[in-house]
């Protein structure tokens, strides 16, 4: 029994160094050999188009993809050990990626309101049962296609803003433990966090999304347990069939929008557990006088504050 223990781990341990060995070929293979990956964007149905496709698919939640982000990681992470001033680099860049995209994204809201206001303008006054938009050919539909995808801008928000509210501090935190320890104990609270807590996270909805975004627009389907060889058969009758049903007769179409959304999410909540992991470290290192450093938050004007209290 301990000799079958002994050799599971010691089995385990040879796995995951093999496929780190493995990591920068296929990282390598993957720079230097784009178009065997990329080739299905210029869609031509080819049979190159379809094998590139297939590899995306595959790769997309394959473990080669895992350890090779892995590999990234570390490499970033040791280079910003040796200078710091390029981690900090690395932070700035990813925090400005999830407060350019938050940022862009929250103006669904308003198109939000925006648009149900027409709805109602249009169906209680001037009683029209659908809209159209545009110059040339316009975007005509239902009314009701337009009230269901009032939930898209919702999503949107949702999905899009997450990691930026994150950066601008804005998730409600119960501190039990966290408030009441020294600062550099924080610091090590939230690497662990990342750790064992964001990113886990991230990797499983994200290897349950993959697939499940890629059922509503290619056929045949395909499934997690499709090795690549059986993926590479289905390439050759692989097509594009992008979901089109609506939960209702004349609602909304693009349902599989909210899988892509899905996906983005996830991509960067890793992204930024990365940040947020290497922010922690260095601040770690360099003290409290470190604290929110190249941090870009938003900043209320006079005038902005909430209204909090009332007078009587």
């Not at 070929?25 to 065997?36: D, I």
């Not at 006088?289 to 209290?309: F, N, R």
């Amino acid at each position: 029994m301990e000799d079958d223990a002994a050799t599971g781990l010691g089995g385990w341990i040879l796995w995951i160094l093999e496929n780190l060995a493995m990591a920068f070929y296929n990282l390598g293979y993957a720079l230097t050999h784009p178009s065997s990956w990329l080739d299905w964007i210029t869609w031509n149905n080819t049979a190159e188009d379809k094998a590139s496709l297939m590899k995306v698919v595959y790769y997309g939640a394959s473990k080669e993809l895992f350890f090779v982000a892995l590999v990234i990681f570390v490499l970033i992470f040791i280079a910003g050990i040796w200078r710091n001033n390029f981690l900090w680099g690395v932070v700035r860049v990813l925090e400005g990626f999830a407060n350019t995209i938050g940022r862009f994204a929250a103006w669904a809201g308003l198109a939000m309101v925006l648009q149900q206001v027409i709805i109602v303008f249009m169906q209680r006054i001037f009683t029209r049962p659908d809209i159209s938009i545009g110059f040339g050919i316009p975007l005509q539909f239902d009314i009701s296609w337009f009230a269901e995808e009032l939930k898209l801008f919702n999503a949107m928000v949702v999905a899009l803003c997450l990691t930026y509210t994150f950066v601008q501090g804005g998730h409600v935190r119960v501190d039990l433990v966290y408030a009441a320890v020294k600062f550099r104990t924080k610091r090590m609270i939230d690497m662990i966090g990342s750790m064992i807590f964001m990113l886990p996270m991230a990797t499983l909805i994200w290897m349950y999304t993959w697939f499940f975004m890629w059922r509503s627009l290619i056929v045949p389907p395909v499934a997690p347990t499709d090795p690549l060889q059986r993926l590479e058969l289905k390439a050759r009758a692989v097509r594009w069939n992008v979901e089109t049903i609506g939960f209702s007769p004349n609602g909304f179409t693009g349902y599989f929008l909210f899988k892509i959304l899905m996906i983005t999410m996830v991509g960067m909540i890793f992204i930024h557990a990365w940040a947020f992991f290497y922010r922690s470290y260095l601040e770690w290192k360099e003290g409290e006088e470190s604290e929110g450093k190249y941090l870009d938050k938003d900043v209320l004007e006079q005038g902005e504050e909430p209204y909090d209290h009332a007078e009587f």
